[in-house]
């Protein structure tokens, strides 16, 4: 069974940086693409990053860009998301999720066939 598991949430304050994880498994090769999602209180879910584990594509989100760089490790399967300079505006909880194509990139949220659960990040002020 396919199954995503995002780590790495937590406290911080801002300025600060994180590291998000998402360790993949039961994937039969490394084509597929990852997505970080995240979701704060009352808002809708919003795209932040994303990566084609085979030809190594990124997009970020206008709000991140410059600030987080998402990365795989295909030995690991692991995709991370290092989150620098956050703001409180980044709070929320954090989703990473995977798509089998046919799409190389897709950014949206309904394109994606399996989740992992959640993790929350918070920043103070």
């Known amino acids: 069974d396919v199954q995503l598991q995002a780590s790495g949430g937590g406290l911080v304050q801002a300025g600060g940086s994180l590291r998000l994880s998402c360790a993949a498994s039961g994937f039969t090769d490394d084509d597929y693409a990852i997505g970080w999602f995240r979701q704060a209180p009352g808002k809708e879910r919003e795209g932040v990053s994303f990566i084609n584990r085979s030809y190594g594509r990124t997009h970020y989100a206008d709000s991140v860009k410059g600030r987080f760089t998402i990365s795989s490790d295909n030995a690991k399967n692991t995709v991370y998301l290092q989150m620098n300079s956050l703001k409180p505006e980044d709070t929320a909880v954090y989703y990473c999720?995977?798509?089998?194509?046919?799409?190389?990139?897709?950014?949206?949220?309904?394109?994606?066939?399996?989740w992992g659960q959640g993790t929350l990040v918070t920043v103070s002020s």
């Open positions: 999720a995977a798509d089998l194509g046919p799409q190389i990139l897709p950014t949206m949220w309904d394109e994606y066939d399996y």
